[in-house]
């Protein structure tokens, strides 16, 4: 009886159990390279990011421009730093003249998407007027948000939970170029 009982267990583990066996081993192997793939994605896919909190002062405009100004050569995007600055001093500004609470300066660079995104977050949740016509020559004010109109390739405002996000896009063909020792991402 138990040589009985031991032949159907090796029959049983031999028919059943080593195919099968083999079949998750192969489909691991499948999964666990397609996951080194997913992760290999990923990493590239997720750019660089820096984040800045600014005083709400006309300081930050300065400030400001200088984060724009030594990421964007530590990224290898100096070809975007003069429209970047304008555009980026356009939207502090305004956080500043209008708004009110802290500020935070977020910009992010995605190789693959190829876009440079800068925002500025305050605490006021009114958003600017996208469709205000441009000053007039002889108007102080009144022409940033045409100005970032015009040179990103998009933008936008949403509200947040504690105010809101004006945004903008500046395309970015071909690859970034990294600068520095380390060559690392700064986030958040």
């Known amino acids: 009886m138990m040589t009985a009982l031991r032949t159907r267990c090796v029959a049983v583990r031999d028919g059943v159990l080593l195919p099968l066996c083999r079949l998750l081993g192969r489909q691991a192997a499948t999964v666990a ?12 896919a997720r750019g660089t990011v820096v984040s800045q909190r600014l005083e709400p002062h ?5 400030q400001a421009r200088r984060i724009i100004r030594t990421e964007l050569a530590r990224w290898g995007l100096p070809e975007h730093v003069e429209i970047a600055e304008l555009l980026v001093s356009e939207l ?3 956080a500043v003249q209008h708004a009110w609470g802290p500020l935070h300066l977020r ?3 995605s190789p693959v998407d190829r876009t440079l995104r800068c ?3 305050d605490g006021c949740p009114a958003a600017p007027p996208a469709d205000r016509p441009p000053a007039r020559t002889d108007e ?3 022409r940033g948000l045409h100005l970032v109109d015009q040179l990103s390739t998009r933008w936008g405002a949403r509200h947040t939970a504690a105010g809101k ?3 903008f896009e500046l ?7 990294r600068r520095g020792a380390c060559g690392g991402e700064s986030d958040r």
């Not at 390279?33 to 590239?44: E, I, K, N, S």
């Not at 006309?58 to 300065?62: F, G, L």
């Not at 395309?171 to 170029?177: E, K, L, V």
């Open 165 to 167: 996000t004006v945004w």
């Open 171 to 177: 395309h970015t063909p071909g690859r970034a170029r």
């Open 140 to 142: 102080d004010h009144g």
């Open 107 to 109: 910009m992010s660079h």
């Open 119 to 121: 925002d500025v977050a």
């Open 58 to 62: 006309v300081r930050a405009v300065p």
């Open 33 to 44: 390279a397609r996951v080194a793939q997913l992760a290999r994605y990923l990493r590239r």
């Open 92 to 94: 502090v500004t305004n």
